[in-house]
């Protein structure tokens, strides 16, 4: 089994950090793989020196289901400790919130996805640190659907927002140690930072290569498997196609009301959609869209990891969702993730351009022919800052 960042720090004695006060950003998932919590092991490594905590998107114990759905500051009942939320008022810590401490531990759950907000908080409290001159120290874990692959457009200036701070794929095959360190250098945060790397993690393992127990690091990513279909399933929330929110398996199922299962897969057969099945279901999710109708969609089996491309299937599905439902097919208004007046779909693909050739029928291959050189790119820089 790995042993991940928490683990490395809490059990041995190169980061005492020596009358230091230390403060901890993680929530309900930053635990051991014995499932303690990581505030529990430090507090007992650092007692009265671990002076606060801070809390991402979805509250400390992932409560809040959906985007936009606040947490405010609270106190802690096992530590006794504040915990200052980074989704409420704010989104970028203050220099107020930093004053309490001199090293800011940094432990969460990433997904390997660009839209998912845990590596923008980290940004943020990186930005802060760097102007109070504070130390960030980022306790890894693994990137759940691995580090080889990347998938995906590089995210452009005009669709930058808090689903999209930098120029990244949907898939970005990096660790949150890794992508700090990448953040800090190519876009000139220069904070003071250092990494606890994981013990015994190699690119190619997906979390259930780990032998590390899940826990949700938010309310719909109930497995690691939700993970693995995750970077294409969540444009779904640009739409008014139930993502499967509402039902057991978020983001594995998918469809409306006003699908037709064999005209899609008749329309699907003309891409490449290979190391999955879309098995046809009919759902009725018990909350958020559609709730309590019928939506006939499909769920999407992961066959063979090393080969699915979860970007290109969802790209596929929403153009012929698209195409074939052009009376009852919606994009979602804004609001979306605090940005008021640009369309979320357009944040979320992070290329307004793509949206509109998607809209033409243009062929999902030729998409990706577009953005392929921009992606090996970005494959270049990614790898200088490879842990593992």
Known sequence: ????????????????????????????????????????????????????????????????????????????????????????ELRKPTAEMFAHFDVLLIDLVDVGTRVYTFMYTMAYCLMTAAVTGKKIVILDRPNPIGGE?????????????????????????????ELALLMNREYDINADLAIVPVRGLTRSMLFRDTGFPWVAPS????????????????????TNVSEGRGTTLPFEFVGAP?????KMLDYLGKTDLPGCFLRP????PTSGKWARQSCYGFQIHVTNPGEFLPYRTSLALLQASILLNPQSFE??????????????????????????RLESGEPISSLEEGWQADLEAYDMVRQNYFLY
């Open 149 to 177: 692959r990347i998938e995906g457009n590089i995210l452009k200036d005009d669709c930058t927002s808090f689903v999209g701070l930098f120029p990244l794929p949907m898939r970005h095959g990096l660790t949150m140690g």
């Open 258 to 262: 006003f699908w037709e299962h064999k």
């Open 1 to 88: 089994m790995i042993r991940i960042g928490l683990e490395v720090l809490s059990e041995g004695g190169d980061f005492v950090f020596p009358g230091q006060r230390i403060a901890y950003l993680s929530n309900q998932a930053s635990t051991t793989s014995g499932l303690v919590h990581g505030r529990v092991v430090l507090q007992e490594k650092y007692r009265e020196r671990l002076t606060c905590l801070f809390s991402p998107q979805h509250g400390f114990f992932a409560e809040k289901q959906d985007n936009m759905i606040e947490s405010g500051h609270s106190v802690d009942t096992v530590t006794g400790l504040p915990i200052y939320s980074l989704y409420g």
């Open 219 to 238: 309310p719909n990513m109930p497995t690691p498997e939700c993970a693995l279909v995750y970077p294409g399933q969540v444009i779904w929330e640009g």
């Open 281 to 284: 279901i009919v759902f009725e």
């Open 331 to 356: 994009y979602k208004a804004p609001p979306y993730e605090y940005e008021y007046e640009r369309l979320p779909m357009d944040l979320i693909i992070g290329d307004k351009d793509i949206r509109m």
